[in-house]
């Protein structure tokens, strides 16, 4: 006798491949990578003697790091992203913005969003130059986060 589960089947897992970036700087737009979406809470040991002279080390949380987001996407006309990391580069004090990747169905409905705050970009590249290649040349933005909220 075949497994049936009880009323409507759906998906619940997310796909990576339909996803967008916006920025309250108004950057925004698809990309072909995003990743760095993590944070890493550091270990504080401490070390403990009892009664009896036995030693163990006690963990605890310690500071928060969040991981800098790499964006990937080709490289066109849109000068944006190298606009904003020159101006960082000649003395801008107005840098950081806000932000958010969103993750979408295929239908273009919103399944997740990621919400960073306090980015910049700390990095700009672009894909190398090879006059044996018919590649499309990208761009590749590492931006610096203070915080990653995952808030659907």
């Not at 070390?47 to 969040?66: A, E, L």
């Not at 992203?81 to 919103?110: C, H, L, P, Q």
């Amino acid at each position: 006798m075949p497994v049936t589960t009880p009323g409507d089947v759906k998906d619940v897992e997310l796909v990576g491949s339909w996803f967008s970036v916006t920025l309250d700087n108004g950057i925004e737009g698809f990309f072909t990578d995003a990743s760095g979406l993590s944070y890493e809470i550091e270990v504080v040991e401490k070390n403990d003697t009892d009664r009896t002279g036995n030693v163990r080390t006690r963990k605890r949380p310690g500071t928060t790091k969040y991981q800098d987001i790499v964006l990937k996407r080709t490289l066109g006309p849109d000068k944006a992203f190298w606009n904003w990391a020159k101006e960082i580069r000649d003395g801008s004090v107005d840098y950081r913005t806000n932000g958010s990747i969103v993750i979408y169905d295929m239908g273009g409905t919103e399944l997740s969003r990621w919400n960073f705050t306090n980015a910049w970009p700390s990095k700009w590249s672009a894909s190398d130059l090879d006059v044996g290649s018919d590649d499309v040349m990208t761009e590749e933005v590492t931006l610096a986060v203070e915080e990653l909220v995952r808030v659907k």
